[in-house]
């Protein structure tokens, strides 16, 4: 401003008011950043007959039950035209992203998407055990009249991808808001027993069972998206359970997501589109371990289905969360989306390991029908190889954090258990964290006192990565989080 002009203004008005009015002529004329979303579902039931993954057993679907989905959702920060930030999530009714399908869906929308990163596109699976084998040898199938695993990963791959393509067309300008219910769908599945070791859906009626082993998480996570019509557009929902109610049927089904989407949807009209964000439950399940004669007999006066009762808590939990939500509706909330490749060490396969698996190996040589459970176990073997010949690499995973506002969320691969999600969300600067497992191929990552106490899911078996690379993981994911929400000038 010249000097005169300041003068001048001095001498007609207060010192305040001129101080205010330097800061407007001064100030670099911006708009605040407004968020974009879009969502779109698809349908990646493939033609049948077809493999299911999640048993150690072969299982041949020729019925549909449910269908399994795909649901992308698109978030995008503007200023002005100026794109400034994005991410895309697709929840998918699968038990891991595993085959390669995430890889595939990545390779599709290549030079199709102009704008989109596609490092930023992120793929969860609900942990159904009722939806198609991805990995080829997985199971003994036969030779013809099956859907084969790379049959469905090309097939729901370019489904993905084209649903991706229309969420990310159809982005508009929106607000979003966040809100914390309660459902008791989570169970920890293992029991504990006298002299402290543990087992899988062991019986909790024996003589010797002492306890369930740890924590469960009871919180419904809930995040909702509106358009500028005030029209509820999509929700992503974060439970701390795997969709694993009826896991060993053999028909294609989404599991307990199917009647939470067509409730929800029938409430809140056919435009809504709902993620299913599992949540750390490595030793979660949705059935009942003690009680289970009187939540039966609930249900049969009820007249509910599994399913049905599990849906009900869920959407009940929603709609708690939902009521507080829709007082705070933010149009312009920040986005931060970071994308890393992180490293966390291996679980060490001991001698003792070796030697026990050899045996196990050699005794399902003969059996095809055992073909799963004896390349789990071959696996340990070539890793107790390659630890000595100094060839093992630490198990690379890509760690996304973002900040929606006043909220966190952060993904992983694994079947996480729910130690290490309690401590991301317990020790997370943000007003509420999402914890998204199951983003890459799975393998349990256990506690350490799940490792004391042994059996499935706390085995070398079960884990590549062991409770020190699940700390790792959790303190990568923290210091992300805390970069994101530290205080700056653009906040």
Known sequence: MPARLFSDLKRIVPLTTLLLLLAVLMATPSQAAELYVGAATTDITPKLPVSLTGQMRTRIAKTVESPVTATALVLESREGDKSLEHAVFVS???????????????????????????????????????????????????????????????????????????????????????????????????????????????????KDFRGIEGYEDHGVEVLFF??????????????ACPAQAVEGRSAVNADYWHPVRETLKKKYGDQLCVLGWAGAGGDQVPRPMYRKSAEARMMKLRELTLLEEISRRIVNAWEEAYAGA????????????????????RQIVTDEDYARVKKEVVAYANAPSKVWIKNWKQ???????AQHAGTEKPYEMELHTLRLGDVALATNDFELFTDFGTQ?????????????????????????????????SAIIESNNVGPQGGQVLTEETLKSINGQFKKSTSD
């Open 379 to 385: 696996r340990v073997l070539d890793r107790y190889d």
């Open 226 to 239: 509106w358009n500028n019509e005030d029209k509820l557009i999509a929700t992503a929902v974060n439970v």
């Open 92 to 206: 998918c009714d699968l038990v891991c992203i595993r085959g390669g399908i995430h890889e595939a869906v990545r390779d599709k929308l290549k030079g199709k998407v102009p704008g989109l990163d596609l490092k930023k596109v992120i793929m969860n699976a609900t942990h159904t055990h009722t939806a198609p084998t991805m990995i080829e040898g997985r199971y003994t199938l036969p030779e013809t009249g099956v859907t084969k695993p790379a049959e469905f990963v090309e097939f729901a791959s370019q489904i993905i991808a084209d649903a991706i393509i229309e969420a990310w067309n159809n982005r508009q300008p929106g607000r979003v808001g966040w809100g914390l219910g309660h459902a008791v769908v989570a169970q920890n599945r293992r029991a504990l027993y006298e002299g402290g070791w543990a087992k899988m859906y062991g019986s909790t009626s024996v």
């Open 424 to 456: 991301m969300k317990s020790r997370s600067p943000a007003l509420q964290t999402f914890v998204i497992q199951l983003c890459g191929p799975g393998s349990y990552v256990p506690s350490e006192r799940a490792v004391r106490g042994g059996s499935y």
């Open 326 to 345: 829709q007082q705070e509706k933010h149009a312009d909330p920040i986005l931060k989306h970071e994308v890393r490749t992180i490293e966390l060490p």
